[in-house]
Structure formats: C-alpha cells, structure tokens
C-alpha cells in the first residue's frame, strides 16, 4: 500500500502584507523544528503579494517549509489584466497553488470547467495543484454531499490522465465548515474523502488513487486535527484562520 505523508497547507487568504508575512514564516520555523519534516509536510500559501518575500526568507535560512499560491490564471501570458501566470509562479519556487477554493467558486464565479483549466495550467507549469471540492449547507442537510463531491471532483479533474492526477492533492473543504468555527466530524471528513478515493480509483487507477493526498479543510486548529487525520483517508489538513496563529499552526503541523 502506499504510504502518503501527510500534508499541513496554511492558507492565508487576504491577510498578511510582505513584512507580516516575513514574521510570521520566521516564527512558524522557529516553532517547527527541521525533524518534523521527516513525517508531515507543510506549505504556507500567502497572497502573491508576499510570495518574493517569503522565498527570500525560506531561501535564505535554508527551511524546509514549502510554499505556494491560493490561485492562477489559466493562461501563460498575454492580455489577462490582474491575472498571475503559473509561470511566473514557477519562477518563484512556488510548489503548491491552490485551485477552485469555495471563495473563488462562489465568489467569482469558478465553475469545474475553470478549476480544470487552471488544474491543467498548475501542472504545466509543474506546481501541485490543490483541487479544493467540497458542498454547501443544503446539499449536506439533503444527504447528498457525497454524490455532490464525487460530481465536483470528476468534473474538475476531467480529461485528465492517471499521470497527473498522480500530482494534484484533492483538499475536501465543505463550505459549511470554513472559516465558521463548525469542523466536520472526523467520521465525516473520512466518509468523503474515502468516497474520493473510491471516485479517483475510477477516472485514473487503483495505484493513483492509493498515492494521492486528500486533505480535510474547514475549522482545522491544534485541538481537532489529530482526530482528522487520524483516519484513513485524510492525509492531512487546509487550515485557514488557524495558519495566521504561529504556534497553534506549528502545533497542529507536529499533531499531523
Ligand atoms: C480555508 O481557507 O480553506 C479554510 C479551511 O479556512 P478555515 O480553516 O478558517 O475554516
């Protein structure tokens, strides 16, 4: 069986200018140790505007954290106003970049079409794409969070060959538990991603879907995460508020 080490994402959204950013990399290195990258690993994902500066840092005092964007441009180059190329993102060291989060779904109207072609520019550009899935209230109060799931991740990976499916990370993040403080339980978080398992199985192959890593994002924090990813299909969690807070985001990166 494969083993999958597990993966600890901090994304910052709209927080942190570049000498925030700075500090608080500085004080996540401090309270992480080098030897708990041996078993977990972890990626802050700042806004563009703080990704030289964090390079600067993570280059300069030689870290082991990695790190990424929260989104980018379909596109390589031209006339896309505001928009970030995945080759500039390359150039930057970027590892991961974060594609079809709810706020960018819901508030910009990405729909799977999108969240494919960016997925396939991240892996152009060979950066791991974070495929964020995951339901609202109402379709887990219907009782059909799973087949909704398995919809969202066939349509955002569609086309795509076992080859590189085996780079993305799926991250499972139901829109009722970011940001509100209401985590899924560990059950839960565990019944979808062990369904996305089962879908990934299906559009590539049963040794892809063994090696891919689901992560579980929503209301993660030092207190839950063990219970997260304690179970056998999260491998590892997309933390948002929590990944502001240096040491609670150290702590629960060493849980994991
Ligand atoms: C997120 O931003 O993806 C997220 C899961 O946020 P939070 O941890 O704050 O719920």
Redesign the pocket.
Known sequence: MATRKPLIAG?W?MNLNHLEAIALVQKIAFALPAKYFEKVDVTVIPPFTDIRSVQTVVDGDKLLLTYGAQDLSQHDSGAYTGEISGAFLAKLGCTFVVVG?SERRTLHGETDEIVLAKTKAALKHELTPIVCIGEGLEVREAGEHVAYNVAQLKGSLAGLSAAEIAKTVIAY?PVW????GRVAGADDAQEVCKAIREALVEIADAETAASVRILY????NAKNVGDLVGRPDVDGA?????SLKSDEFATLSAIA
């Open positions: 994304n959204k989060h993040e538990a970011i940001g509100t994002g929503g209301s993660v997309l933390v948002g508020g929590a």
